[in-house]
């Protein structure tokens, strides 16, 4: 079963630190792009990072840009998130995602995990 | 940025009923078009992509349709399992950009 597993969320201060982990399973861990989403409350999802496979091509959301770092490990089957200088609009969940479609076209996301609620208050 | 616009932002219906949701976006996406199903507690799941293909395991009362600007997702007979929130998603160009959201309610 493809399967994406979160962990790392949590309470923090304006200002402060989180590294969210994603661990993959199922499928080809290495070929794929991964990509953090989030929610905020009563909002729909924001794209926030990607990292391409072989981990040499990064994106960010303007939101995010200078604060969060995407890394990944593709002998572990995981991808990274490391968050600084958190604001209060940061609060969501964070849900990490595979890029998927057809070949060439892997414009969507598919799985997406549970997520990892994040509050910065 | 696309900016994706969904109409009704909720909708009421009862089990059986047919309920079509409209997506549009803020210049033309072709038919790079995703729609989300999202509960509480669960992974968000991928219903429909390019606009009006079905993902893998999805029933079949699921569809979708559109191009360029316009689109729907339709969900017929509804299914007590089908009450959630469905967000649409462009795949034309970056950044990805999703819809506010329908909330699909029991009546």
């Known amino acids: 079963e493809v399967q994406l597993v979160e962990s790392g969320g949590g309470l923090v201060k304006p200002g402060g630190f989180l590294r969210l982990s994603c661990a993959a399973s199922g499928f080809t861990f290495s070929d794929y792009t991964m990509n953090w989403i989030r929610q905020a409350p009563g909002k729909g999802p924001e794209w926030v990072a990607s990292?391409?496979?072989?981990?040499?091509?990064?994106y960010y959301a303007e939101a995010v840009e200078g604060r969060f770092s995407i890394t990944r490990d593709d002998t572990r089957k995981s991808v990274s998130l490391v968050m600084n200088s958190l604001r209060v609009e940061d609060t969501g969940v964070y849900h990490c995602?595979?890029?998927?479609?057809?070949?060439?076209?892997?414009?969507?996301?598919?799985?997406w995990g549970r997520g990892t609620q994040v509050i910065v208050s | 940025d696309i900016e994706m616009t969904q109409s009704p932002s909720s909708v009421s219906a009862s089990v059986g009923d047919r309920v079509t949701i409209t997506c549009r976006a803020s210049q033309g996406v072709s038919r790079w078009i995703a729609w989300y199903q999202m509960k509480p507690g669960k992974a968000p799941r991928l219903l429909i992509y390019g606009a009006s293909n079905l993902q893998r395991g999805v029933p079949s009362r699921f569809s979708g349709s559109g191009s360029g600007t316009d689109f729907t997702l339709t969900i017929n007979s509804l299914q007590p399992e089908d009450f959630a929130t469905y967000y649409c998603q462009q795949g034309n160009s970056f950044p990805r950009t999703f819809g506010q959201g329908t909330k699909l309610e029991i009546k």
């Open positions: 990292i391409s496979s072989g981990g040499h091509y990064f």
């Open positions: 995602a595979r890029d998927w479609g057809d070949v060439g076209a892997r414009n969507y996301f598919d799985p």
